[in-house]
């Protein structure tokens, strides 16, 4: 009965087992299996099994040998044997199996093979997938071009890329601690962070053989499930990249420095002439701070309608042409309503690739100044066109009353008529000269000093004519004392004779000196300005106007010198030597009698400049006349002595050295010059 019972109880494990039970031959047929097992091989039945399953090595296992091999590690080992074989099932299809086997116990049926099956193909298939899984990681990091670490909690290096492995040799196995300092410094801080569920993303500068190098560096945590098993370490060569960055914002900063220091207004449009950008100074002038608030603005938004529509016809033209347009006049008003005479260009920029036309650049010049100037001149010419014209009619009108009021003076009338004859040429020559007339004035100046000129050179030549006519009498006289002295052995006469001779010979010296010096004044006043500035000196320039003008002043005006500038001037000598000229002659004239002429320079280091002052105590200038001092064909002076053009003339050189002048004057005490030059 215990018997039964125990047979009955395995019988039910048996059939309910959720393995696969089976009990074989040693020939390879089944003696029993479950219905589990049937399941597993995808056959409805046992019976079924056993009616298509007659030779185990044949029509179950995939490879005969695995049965084989089966068997003799039964027969070899004598206990259970586990093995994964590949199974057949009802539809052809493989499953993978494991297998545990082993002789049955029981004596009669020593013969036998009692075994378990369990269908591990999922299991399998999860591992073909993890492993192919692994395979394609592995391949991804090994092909990464950066360096990358996987480093676990203990501190060491599991995984490396090919990248990192090319580079420092492989690390797998090692501490984190022999990584190179250089660039893996900070390594230690930022595991602990990563350790504790920190990101790390941050940039770092090396430097590599005195070579900077840039590096981007990431740390995270490598998660197993919701557990941090370790960190991930990712180092990026960004060197070129920065590099390459920063070499572009030197280029754009060099490019709005360029921008922004030229002297003109540049401004970009787009194809539908909407505002793209402009540098400072066009921001400047219409009364804005930033880029922002011009870009997207058309031309209507900054200048009336007229000026508007005007710069618009020559943009769209410029777009439709593709050519630039240059040098086109006008008149626009800025933000504050100040009228700019401008001198405006256009040109097309076009696509790198299909060469069509994307926008237009524009640049302007401010030439309010040279216009007004221009205008000013024309003023003066038609002034004094008229002022001709008035003179003329005067004249015809006088002419008429002179044939009029007497047969008397025929005569005389022809003579008045033919001198009017040669007024009305000269007058015609006056208007083919009207240009030139600032240049003659100019040449005046000279042709004012010529006689003290001559005067001073004729000085010391007679020095020179009077010594050598002492000289030549000397020596007749020497002869005969020469004779005399031979014939009574005397020899005072000629001691005296040399005396006289040695003086006349220093009275030459000293005319030879004066005229050297009134020769050297000439040759530096007679300079000829190039177009390009050169260094001069300027107490050397003031020197030579002093002794060209030494007749002007000799003997009656006292000459103080300040001088406290000790480098040179870059500056145009010729148009400065005419400057002082100018001033120096005004102010000897200005003093009746005896008088003192202060002349200063100085360097005004903070501001750049040098400062020449030239000071008179004469008789001053009266305060109706100062605001006209600087005008054209304006003098006091009686007729024939000046055209007013002195001044006039030193106020346009010292505006073209990009300089200024200035006055002060009191009736009665004097005048102060004061000019302003910049040092370079």
């Known amino acids: 009965m215990c018997m039964s019972f125990s047979f009955s109880r395995f019988r039910q494990i048996f059939e309910n087992a959720p393995l696969g039970i089976f009990l074989t031959s040693r020939e390879g047929f089944f003696i029993d299996l479950n219905e589990r097992l049937a399941q597993i091989l995808g056959y409805d039945s046992v019976q079924e099994v056993k009616s298509c399953i007659k030779n185990l090595g044949v029509d179950l296992y995939v490879d005969p040998k695995d049965r084989e091999k089966i068997l003799g590690m039964v027969d070899s080992g004598g206990g259970i044997v586990v093995h994964d074989v590949c199974f057949k099932q009802k539809d052809g299809q493989v499953i993978y199996a494991r297998l545990s086997i082993s002789k049955f116990s029981e004596s ?121 098993k370790g960190a991930i370490v990712i180092l990026v060569d960004q060197t070129e990249k920065v590099v390459a960055q920063r070499r572009t914002n030197e280029v754009q900063e060099f490019m709005a420095t360029l921008i922004n220091g030229v002297p003109v207004r540049l401004l970009w449009k787009d194809h539908n002439l909407r505002f793209l950008g402009a540098n400072e100074a066009f921001l400047r002038d219409f009364g804005m701070n930033s880029q922002e608030e011009l870009i997207g603005k058309t031309d209507y938004d900054l200048v009336d309608l007229h000026q508007a529509d005007e710069i618009r016809s020559i943009s769209v033209e410029v777009l439709k042409s593709g050519e630039p347009i240059v040098d086109r006049k006008l008149w626009i008003s800025t933000v504050d309503n100040t009228k700019l005479f401008i001198i405006l260009s256009f040109i097309p920029y076009f696509s790198k690739t299909d060469k069509k036309v994307l926008g237009v650049i524009a640049c302007y010049q401010d030439i309010t100044l040279m216009k007004r100037m221009e205008e000013e001149l024309q003023g003066h010419q038609r002034n004094l066109e008229r002022l001709v014209e008035e003179r003329t009619l005067e004249l015809d009108h006088l002419n008429e009353e002179l044939l009029s009021s007497n047969k008397e003076l025929l005569a005389l009338n022809t003579a008045l008529s033919a001198h009017r004859r040669e007024l009305i040429a000269t007058l015609k020559d006056l208007k083919q000269t009207q240009v030139k007339l600032i240049q003659s004035e100019k040449m005046a100046s000279l042709g004012v000093l010529t006689a003290g000129i001559a005067h001073e050179l004729n000085n010391p030549l007679n020095f020179i004519k009077s010594g050598s006519q002492g000289l030549q009498l000397m020596a007749e006289e020497m002869r005969t004392s020469l004779e005399w002295c031979e014939k009574n052995e005397q020899n005072l006469i000629l001691r005296s004779l040399v005396d006289d001779m040695q003086q006349l010979i220093a009275s030459m010296n000293n005319g030879v000196e004066r005229a050297s010096e009134t020769v050297k004044g000439l040759r530096v006043f007679s300079r000829v300005d190039t177009e390009d500035k050169c260094s001069a000196d300027l107490h050397e320039l003031i020197e030579a106007a002093l002794t060209i003008l030494k007749d002007r002043y000799r003997g009656r005006v006292e000459i103080v010198k300040r001088f406290k500038l000790n480098e040179p001037l870059n500056c145009f000598p010729g148009k400065l030597s005419q400057v002082l000229l100018n001033l120096l002659m005004n102010a000897f004239q200005s003093i009746n009698g005896k008088g003192t002429v202060e002349i200063a320079t100085l360097l005004l280091q903070d501001e750049g400049l040098v400062e020449l002052v030239v000071k008179d105590s004469g008789c001053g200038i009266p305060v109706e006349i100062r605001n006209h001092v600087f005008d054209p064909f304006f003098t006091t002076k009686p007729v024939n002595e000046g055209v007013g053009m002195g001044l006039f003339i030193v106020h346009s050189l010292v505006s073209m050295m990009q300089g200024e002048i200035s006055f002060s004057s009191e009736v009665g005490k004097g005048t102060i010059f004061r000019v302003l030059l910049p040092v370079a």
Do not use: M
């Open 108 to 228: 009669v049926r020593n013969s036998s093979l009692i075994g378990i099956v369990e269908d591990v193909s999922f299991k399998r298939e999860l591992e073909i997938q993890l492993k192919e899984r692994d395979n394609l990681l592995n391949s991804i990091v090994s092909c990464l071009p950066f360096e990358l670490l996987v480093i676990d909690l203990g501190g060491y290096v599991v995984s490396q890329s090919g990248f990192s492995q090319k580079r420092w040799g492989s690390l797998l196995g090692a501490n984190h601690r022999v990584l190179p300092n250089q660039e893996f410094c900070g390594l230690e801080e930022f595991l602990r962070k990563a350790f504790n569920g920190e990101n790390v993303d941050l940039e770092k500068e090396f430097l590599l053989d005195g070579v900077a190098s840039f590096h981007r560096v990431l740390v995270t945590p490598l998660y197993y499930g919701s557990q941090i």
